[in-house]
């Protein structure tokens, strides 16, 4: 996972075809690595060097914002550097040029590492802003057939599952999402059926309120089931009244002959996009509520995922659509509810509908 807002950055640096003679004098790097830091907020605050016998040089400068260092090799021709600070990003790279003119050499090899604790910085579809929450751990990270997948133990909410740079679901606070998902589960539902829900957390949800309910769950993507078992430690899939079966949720509902009491859209997010992908969107949920009408027992009911209560200009304002096509396909009893989700950091909208 990409950290973007480092605590410091790390040149490592190589240098190829020296002068044995320049790489191996003290007084050279005495010069250069201090020249290197000139003009910035970067200021020396120690030095040390130090000369072998028969040769090599290594050099430390100890700087107010970490430190560069050297060692040489100078019957190899080779010289070695490292810049890590926490100044600037431009200050650090400034400096790493300037010490590659300093240092003549027939060419460079060089590595930029960004060191410190990560962040996820999460799209906010009300403001235009971003929330960021610490990373404290990486658990796993993986480009599926469909999308970017992440779990992360972030500082705030735990673990969470994170899809193409979203937040999903969090261990902290998703029980606030399942129960609101599930607010038109009755006690006399028999069967219902979930699209998406991969993390499972809807799922297990439903089954603690109801044991006895039987649930199919329809999710395009095997890795975002694999994963939860594993890292989220996901175990309703084992369950004897869960049916998982991976595939497109609208093909699904288009072919299935099964009838539910209940049907839940549990899909991820698509909160940023272009006219043609609003277009898109709204095009796959008039296909997906038109065909979970039709999938739906006489008294039957859907609960729908909405997205962010509201959306600026940029975002796709899913909500919206999404209770537009309700009100054209399923015009009776419609319901929403907008509730803060604190690991979303914004009021996500969740849509109800009754069968006609």
Same mark, same amino acid.
């Given at each position: 996972?990409?950290?973007?807002?480092?605590?410091?950055?790390?040149y490592?640096? %190589?240098?190829?075809?020296?002068?044995?003679?320049q790489? !191996?004098?003290?007084?050279?790097?005495?010069?250069?690595?201090? %020249?290197?830091?000139?003009?910035?907020?970067?200021?020396?605050?120690?030095?040390?060097?130090?000369?072998?016998?028969?040769?090599?040089? #290594?050099?430390f400068?100890?700087?107010?914002?970490? &430190?560069?260092?050297?060692? #040489?090799?100078?019957?190899?021709?080779?010289?070695?550097?490292d810049?890590? #600070?926490?100044?600037? %990003?431009?200050?650090?790279?400034?400096?790493?040029?300037?010490?590659?003119?300093l240092?003549?050499?027939? &060419?460079?090899?060089?590595?930029? +590492? /960004? *060191?410190?604790? $990560?962040?996820?910085?999460l799209?906010?579809?009300?403001?235009?802003?971003?929330?960021?929450?610490?990373? =404290?751990?990486?658990?796993?990270?993986?480009q599926?057939?469909? $999308?970017? +997948?992440?779990?992360?133990k972030?500082? =705030?909410?735990?673990?969470?599952?994170? +899809?193409?740079?979203?937040?999903?679901?969090?261990?902290?606070? &998703?029980?606030?999402?399942?129960? %609101?998902?599930?607010?038109?589960l *009755?006690? #006399?539902?028999?069967?219902?059926l979930?699209?998406?829900g991969?993390?499972?957390?809807?799922?297990?949800?439903?089954m $603690?309120?109801?044991?006895?309910?039987?649930?199919?769950?329809?999710?395009? !993507?095997?890795?975002?089931?694999?994963?939860?078992?594993?890292?989220?430690?996901?175990?309703?899939?084992?369950? @004897?009244?869960v049916?998982?079966?991976?595939?497109?949720?609208?093909?699904?509902? @288009?072919?299935? !002959?099964?009838?539910y009491?209940?049907?839940?859209c549990?899909?991820?997010?698509?909160?940023i996009?272009?006219?043609?992908?609003?277009?898109?969107? *709204?095009?796959?949920?008039?296909?997906?509520?038109?065909?979970?009408?039709? *999938?739906?027992? $006489?008294?039957?009911?859907?609960?729908?995922?909405?997205?962010?209560?509201?959306?600026? !200009?940029?975002f796709?304002?899913?909500?919206?659509?999404?209770?537009s096509?309700l009100?054209?396909?399923?015009?009776? /009893?419609?319901?929403?509810?907008?509730?803060?989700?604190?690991?979303?950091?914004?009021?996500?909208?969740?849509?109800?509908? =009754?069968?006609?």
């Amino acid at each position: 996972m990409k950290n973007s807002t480092p605590n410091g950055i790390h040149y490592l640096i %190589e240098f190829f075809g020296c002068d044995a003679a320049q790489i !191996d004098s003290v007084d050279f790097w005495k010069k250069v690595l201090p %020249e290197s830091v000139k003009g910035t907020s970067m200021e020396v605050l120690h030095e040390y060097f130090y000369k072998f016998e028969p040769q090599g040089v #290594t050099g430390f400068l100890l700087l107010s914002s970490s &430190h560069i260092s050297v060692h #040489t090799w100078p019957d190899k021709s080779y010289a070695a550097c490292d810049i890590f #600070t926490c100044a600037s %990003e431009e200050e650090t790279k400034a400096a790493f040029e300037k010490l590659k003119t300093l240092v003549p050499c027939d &060419h460079v090899n060089a590595e930029k +590492i /960004n *060191r410190g604790y $990560q962040f996820l910085n999460l799209p906010i579809s009300c403001s235009g802003k971003s929330m960021k929450l610490e990373i =404290e751990e990486v658990l796993h990270e993986a480009q599926s057939d469909f $999308q970017k +997948i992440v779990v992360a133990k972030t500082k =705030e909410y735990g673990r969470c599952l994170i +899809i193409d740079g979203v937040l999903h679901s969090s261990e902290v606070d &998703h029980d606030l999402y399942d129960k %609101e998902l599930l607010k038109s589960l *009755r006690k #006399t539902d028999k069967h219902i059926l979930i699209l998406g829900g991969g993390d499972g957390y809807v799922a297990q949800r439903a089954m $603690q309120m109801y044991p006895k309910l039987k649930i199919d769950i329809i999710d395009l !993507d095997v890795d975002v089931v694999r994963y939860a078992q594993k890292f989220l430690g996901q175990n309703i899939f084992t369950n @004897e009244n869960v049916n998982l079966s991976i595939g497109d949720a609208v093909h699904f509902l @288009e072919h299935a !002959d099964k009838v539910y009491d209940g049907i839940i859209c549990d899909l991820t997010d698509t909160p940023i996009g272009t006219a043609k992908e609003e277009d898109d969107f *709204r095009k796959f949920f008039e296909k997906m509520i038109a065909f979970s009408e039709k *999938r739906m027992a $006489q008294s039957g009911w859907i609960g729908i995922r909405g997205g962010a209560s509201c959306a600026l !200009d940029g975002f796709i304002n899913g909500s919206a659509i999404i209770q537009s096509i309700l009100e054209k396909k399923l015009s009776n /009893n419609i319901n929403r509810s907008d509730i803060f989700i604190p690991s979303y950091g914004e009021t996500y909208a969740f849509l109800f509908a =009754e069968k006609k």
